[in-house]
Structure formats: structure tokens, C-alpha cells
């Protein structure tokens, strides 16, 4: 059974990628935070890593660039699902990613890239262009919905 390292700080989109890699068969392990994952790295090797781009204490470049400069990492496969963090796309596209997922995740799409990776299959990443798709307009919500990661709570409900 392939093992999927997962490193994401919100507990829904986590829950949600943990119990579709789960029900696709796969092992999962769980981190909330970059400097965790790199401990989980150090105990157990996984077949490949998932990792959002904005993790508590570093970005998910960063990650990256750690995982590839230890020999014993180097060469595991490393996904990044960037959401709508066009900087952080462009520079995990520059610094060669695996794959990198911009936008929304679809479930389906989201599994067959983690299978493609794990296949060795070449999975083409390319920078989002900024004229594509731009940014979404600031949006301002009131009472308690103001507290939420309005991308992540919206992921989490297509994924639900």
C-alpha cells in the first residue's frame, strides 16, 4: 500500500484529502506543520508528499526545498496544492515541483495526479499565468464566518 505523507494546518481540507486518499487505498500520515512533517520525513519514508502551500510555520517552497536537499528525501516525489497563492505557484513551479495543483481541487483530479506521481509518470507543471485567471476581489464577511479561510472552507465543501 503506497504511503502518502499529508502536510496541511486545516483540520477540514485534511480530513477531506485524508479520507479520499484513504478510500483510493492509500497509507496516510498526517502533519499540521512543515518543521512536523520534516520529523514524520525523519521515522518513516513516504512514496510521495502532499503539502499545501501555506503551512504554519514556513510555505510550502520551503518544504520543498528542504525535502530536496536531504539525499535520504530528495527523491520523493513532492505535490503542492497551491490554491489561489499565485506567488507561491509561480515559485514552486520555477524551483521544479513535482506537480502543483492551482485553484480548486476536484477529488478525482486530485487522485489521479497522486497515482501519476506514484507511477512515475511525468505530470507537466507550469507556472499560472497571471492574465489567465485573476485574482478573486477581497471579500468582507461579518459574525463568525469572518474567522474562516474562506478558500479552504470552500475546498472542503467540494471535497465533502
Do not use: N
Not at 481540507?13 to 506543520?33: D, I, K, N, P, T
Not at 530536496?68 to 513551479?93: C, M, N, V, Y
Not at 468582507?140 to 464566518?145: D, I, Q
Amino acid at each position: 500500500m503506497p504511503k502518502v505523507l499529508l502536510v496541511d494546518p486545516e483540520p477540514d481540507s485534511r480530513g477531506a484529502f485524508e479520507r479520499a486518499l484513504r478510500g483510493a487505498g492509500y497509507e496516510v500520515s498526517v502533519a499540521a506543520s512543515g518543521s512536523f512533517a520534516l520529523t514524520q520525513l525523519e521515522w518513516d519514508r513516504p512514496d510521495v508528499i502532499v503539502t499545501q502551500a501555506r503551512v504554519d510555520d514556513m510555505d510550502g517552497c520551503e518544504l520543498f526545498g528542504l525535502v530536496r536537499s536531504d539525499p535520504k528525501t530528495g527523491e520523493i516525489p513532492f505535490f503542492l496544492l497551491a490554491g489561489l497563492e499565485r506567488h507561491i505557484a509561480a515559485q514552486a513551479a520555477e524551483h521544479g515541483v513535482d506537480r502543483l495543483s492551482t485553484g480548486h481541487v476536484s477529488v478525482p483530479v486530485f487522485l489521479a495526479d497522486v497515482r501519476r506521481l506514484l507511477a512515475g509518470e511525468s505530470v507537466p507543471v507550469a507556472a499560472p499565468s497571471p492574465a489567465a485567471a485573476p485574482e478573486p476581489p477581497a471579500q468582507v464577511m461579518r459574525g463568525t464566518l469572518d474567522v474562516m479561510d474562506l478558500p479552504a472552507l470552500a475546498q472542503a465543501i467540494a471535497m465533502g
